[in-house]
């Protein structure tokens, strides 16, 4: 079976890309198996740095094609924070802490004006061709409380006003359909067609 490398550390985010590369006859290969004990930081600003940062240097330590995926929540009514700092915004990489601090900053504000959307830039590098990006986005509203137990990160309070539901009530494959990852994903088929085909 083919391989596609992953260069991430977050299981949730990896079960999201098995369920796209799946019925591309790719398995999801991720840091865990091929580079466990790599940290990269990231220190760049925005999500396109990060995922080049991340995508980059798992490639140069393998010699390999790598796809990398830097992601995270804009809310409107917080000036499009957490942004590229998603992942630490309660400090510590910590879903539930995040999800109650974001609440908790969203009390009091009404249910149109909590529009909010994913946010997803997935880079590729190897070491035969120049990095290239791809963004992909996901429009919802924050609710008001948890619901649902598929998916990862803020999925539990990100409603998808098209079908009705939360985030984390989706299957993987419901969520890949419309999510800010699928939506990167499809643009990288077309924009890479020799690489992921
Ligand atoms: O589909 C999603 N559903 C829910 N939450 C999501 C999603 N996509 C990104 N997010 C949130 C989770 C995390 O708070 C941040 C990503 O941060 P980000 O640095 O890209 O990923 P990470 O540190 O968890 O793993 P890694 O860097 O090893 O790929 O945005
Ligand atoms: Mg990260």
């Given at each position: 079976?083919?391989?596609?490398?992953?260069?991430?550390?977050?299981?949730?985010?990896?079960?999201?890309?098995?369920?796209?590369?799946?019925?591309?006859?790719?398995?999801?290969?991720?840091?865990?198996?091929?580079?466990?004990?790599?940290?990269?930081?990231?220190?760049?600003?925005?999500?396109?740095?990060?995922?080049?940062?991340?995508?980059?240097?798992?490639?140069?330590?393998?010699?390999?094609?790598?796809?990398?995926?830097?992601?995270?929540?804009?809310?409107?009514?917080?000036?499009?924070?957490?942004?590229?700092?998603?992942?630490?915004?309660?400090?510590?990489?910590?879903?539930?802490?995040?999800?109650?601090?974001?609440?908790?900053?969203?009390?009091?504000?009404?249910?149109?004006?909590?529009?909010?959307r994913f946010c997803c830039c997935i880079a590729i590098a190897g070491p035969e061709f120049a990095t290239t990006t791809v963004f992909g986005t996901c429009e919802g509203v924050i609710a008001h409380e948890k619901r649902g137990t598929n998916g990862f990160g803020y999925d539990p309070i990100f409603f998808v006003p098209s079908l009705n539901r939360m985030m984390a009530e989706l299957s993987p494959e419901e969520k890949g359909a419309i999510s800010h990852r699928g939506n990167a994903i499809r643009k990288l088929k077309e924009q890479l067609p020799n690489l992921i085909k």
């Open positions: 079976m083919k391989q596609v490398v992953i260069a991430t550390k977050n299981k949730g985010k990896a079960k999201d890309f098995e369920a796209l590369f799946g019925p591309l006859g790719y398995e999801v290969v991720t840091m865990f198996e091929v580079a466990p004990e790599m940290e990269i930081e990231e220190t760049g600003t925005t999500f396109e740095e990060n995922a080049i940062l991340k995508a980059e240097a798992l490639a140069k330590e393998l010699g390999t094609i790598v796809i990398a995926d830097d992601s995270g929540l804009a809310v409107d009514a917080l000036n499009g924070e957490p942004g590229v700092y998603s992942a630490r915004y309660a400090g510590d990489h910590d879903d539930e802490a995040n999800m109650i601090k974001l609440l908790e900053n969203l009390q009091g504000v009404e249910d149109d004006k909590r529009t909010a």
